[in-house]
């Protein structure tokens, strides 16, 4: 609505520069509701892990990695001993899990287009997939499944992060809301650059990490604060 109420005001100004109009009339604008913020910050995203951790451990490394590496659902759910490498430590997301229907069940696709892309690894998340599979929690084949097989719908996470969610009274983000989405808010605001963002998401183009540029604007004022000198000659002077 706003962008129609702008297109008209800028008609009106136009009219009334070329003498058209004797002044350009007021517009009001709609007043716009602010949307709630929907994704965790770095301490939303902590407490939701202890959380897992202590209630649901078989869960814990799902959401770690969707947490620490902003991973779609079904590339979370589908990935295999085979993309986790160890020297150096790398994951290599070259496929996702397509959920089933009524007359398909779940099945092993090429990730989004079509496009295999690296992600390396921190040592802490190294270390979550190590304690996963000495937990026992893995199958031979895939991390998140014992038998190979999945559920049609690729829903079991929903039940574990509900929970976790409500009992430590955190806001009910969907799956991609506190993986992908919020990863790349808090890259954002941490003041990584967008190629950076681009690459942890293994976005194809620049374009669709674009919506998270303007979260940077808070970084900015962070890195102007940081690079203060410690005792400025202006304050040292002042009495």
Request: a positive charge; glycine letters at 8%; aromatic letters at 8%.
């Amino acid at each position: 609505m706003n962008l129609a109420l702008g297109l008209v005001k800028t008609i009106l100004r136009f009219m009334w520069k070329r003498g058209k109009l004797s002044h350009v009339p007021y517009v009001p604008m709609e007043s716009v509701v602010v949307k709630h913020r929907d994704w965790y910050t770095l301490e939303e995203r902590d407490a939701l892990l202890e959380g897992m951790f202590r209630q649901y451990p078989r869960w814990y490394l799902f959401f770690y990695l969707t947490c620490r590496l902003g991973l779609r659902k079904g590339e979370v759910y589908g990935i295999t001993h085979r993309q986790v490498r160890h020297i150096p430590p790398r994951l290599i997301i070259d496929h996702q899990l397509q959920q089933g229907t009524g007359k398909r069940a779940v099945k092993i696709i090429t990730r989004k287009n079509n496009e295999a892309y690296t992600l390396e690894l921190s040592q802490d998340v190294l270390d979550a997939i190590q304690w996963h599979i000495a937990q026992g929690y893995a199958g031979e084949e895939f991390l998140f499944s014992k038998t190979g097989k999945f559920p049609l719908r690729l829903d079991t996470h929903k039940h574990p992060l509900m929970r976790v969610q409500r009992a430590l009274g955190l806001r009910l983000l969907s799956h991609h809301a506190i993986g992908r989405h919020s990863v790349a808010s808090q890259a954002a605001t941490g003041g990584e650059s967008i190629k950076a963002i681009q690459a942890q998401l293994g976005h194809r183009s620049e374009k669709s990490t674009h919506r998270y540029a303007h979260l940077g604007s808070r970084a900015q004022l962070g890195v102007v604060t940081n690079l203060a000198p410690v005792l400025p000659p202006h304050a040292a002077g002042q009495k």
